[in-house]
């Protein structure tokens, strides 16, 4: 089944340790997003990649990096963890940037 | 701008009884309307979408209506089952755009 997949499903770090998240889809999809998820809240858009057009949110932090090396592959890179950032982190994809998007299974990150 | 309002939870049922929360959007154009489901520590799973006004989207035994003259995409289902608790978001996209705007949400707990 084609599907977007996210490793790892949970993330321990601890604060201010650099910490890298995974995405992979075998939709062959042109957009890559990525969301973060606080407890009962909706997710929020950090940023994406069209192709290799990355496009960042405006109220994203500094902290938060990105990097599409490939069609299939996107991480997300965050560079000193805060407290705050402890969250779940949502990769979706689309065929493009006005199709329905599908979305992982998620990582949950917990920062000690 | 893009939102959407969505029926405040919790909202707890027996098992057999009828589902509808409430979704209301404002937005320029004629957007497109999803309600996604998220399973405890799950991603987001389509449910349904609707792309035009008076297309029904329906999946699982769950409908939703676009409604232009309410601006509104209302979830029903006729009969629920214990498996689906979870929570539902309502999202638009506007027409040619990548960015989803949810709903904050709306928890149900369906009890055998």
């Known amino acids: 089944d084609a599907m977007v997949i996210q490793n790892p499903r949970y993330q321990v770090t601890q604060f201010g340790k650099p910490v890298t998240l995974s995405c992979s889809q075998t939709?062959?999809?042109?957009?890559m997003y990525w969301y973060q998820q606080k407890s009962s809240q909706a997710p929020k858009l950090l940023f994406h990649y069209y192709d290799k057009d990355f496009n960042n949110e405006a109220d994203t932090p500094d902290n938060f990096q990105s990097r599409r090396p490939n069609t299939s592959f996107c991480f997300l890179d965050i560079r000193s963890p805060g407290l705050g950032d402890a969250a779940m982190y949502l990769c979706?994809?689309?065929?493009?940037?006005?199709?329905?998007?599908?979305f992982g299974p998620g990582t949950r990150l917990t920062v000690l | 701008g893009n939102s959407v309002t969505q029926m405040e939870g919790p909202v707890t049922l027996s098992e057999e009884a009828f589902l509808t929360i409430n979704c209301t959007y404002t937005?320029?154009?004629?957007?497109?309307l999803f309600w996604y489901v998220q399973y405890p520590g799950e991603g987001l799973q389509l449910l349904l979408k609707a792309t035009k006004a008076d297309d029904k989207g329906s999946n699982k035994g769950f409908e939703a209506t676009y409604r232009k003259e309410t601006t509104s995409f209302h979830l029903e289902k006729g009969s629920v089952q214990v498996s689906d608790s979870a929570v539902y978001f309502c999202?638009?996209?506007?027409?040619?755009?990548?960015?989803?705007?949810f709903g904050a949400g709306t928890t149900v707990t369906v009890r055998a």
């Open positions: 979706a994809t689309s065929r493009d940037s006005y199709n329905e998007q599908f």
């Open positions: 999202a638009l996209s506007p027409l040619g755009d990548y960015k989803l705007s």
């Open positions: 937005a320029t154009g004629y957007p497109s």
């Open positions: 939709l062959n999809h042109n957009v």
